[in-house]
């Protein structure tokens, strides 16, 4: 028997909605793929435009996007979030198991650490931490603090703290240190006195995966700044670089 002229009417007008569908639509993202690759770096004395445009990774898929916790935004305890002014690696970027990952405070007092923790002055290097229990007038620690989503300064569970610090800091008393490295060209502007605080990965204990970060830190008036950011972690190659990067 015989498919009738109303049935194929009815068939083709489906297949022309889910066809003008996908053209509209797209094909669905894939899973953005782990970076397995080192990260790229710029030779700054190069003069190929080409390689000063360049940046860190191209995602084909959907990119991870910032978690959204109540004090990632601005408002209620969150009072200066803008004093926060750059972290790198950039947002939904990567950073290899043996590098880095920098908060920069800017503000018009030098934002503040632990009283009485000791810093080296030529490295930014954190000899004897202080009182990391101590808290600012808000009752949220007033030491610098790195957390990793789920633990966060509202569940008040497990924060890193810096490993160095590197330019004005207040720690009871108004000091400096050095070997500061560049801010972001991305970052809020500055505000007089301007600290990095860094955390290595391998002291914190990040593996290869991704992951969801708060910054937590007081500027130099002691009001709270949070902001939050994602990020993957990387194994690099043993043919990498010591610092696991490969200039172009």
Known sequence: MGINTGALYIIFIIITIVGFAYIISGPTPSQTP????????????????AHAMLQLYNFTGATITPPVVSLCKKGGANIHPEALIAYSPAQATAVSTNGQISLWVSDTHPPYIAAGEQVARGSGAVKTPGDRAARAPDNYIIEPQLYIFPQTVETNVRPYFPDFVKGYFNNGTLLASYNSDVIPLNALPTNGYTVEFVWNVKTIGLTEGEYQIEFVAHDGNQRLGIRCMSLRVYTP???????NKIPL
Do not use: C, D, H
Request: charged content about 15%; hydrophobic content about 25%.
């Open 34 to 49: 782990l970076l397995l690759g080192p990260e790229a770096t710029i030779n700054k004395n190069t003069t190929s435009k």
């Open 237 to 243: 190659s043993a043919t990498n670089t010591r610092q």
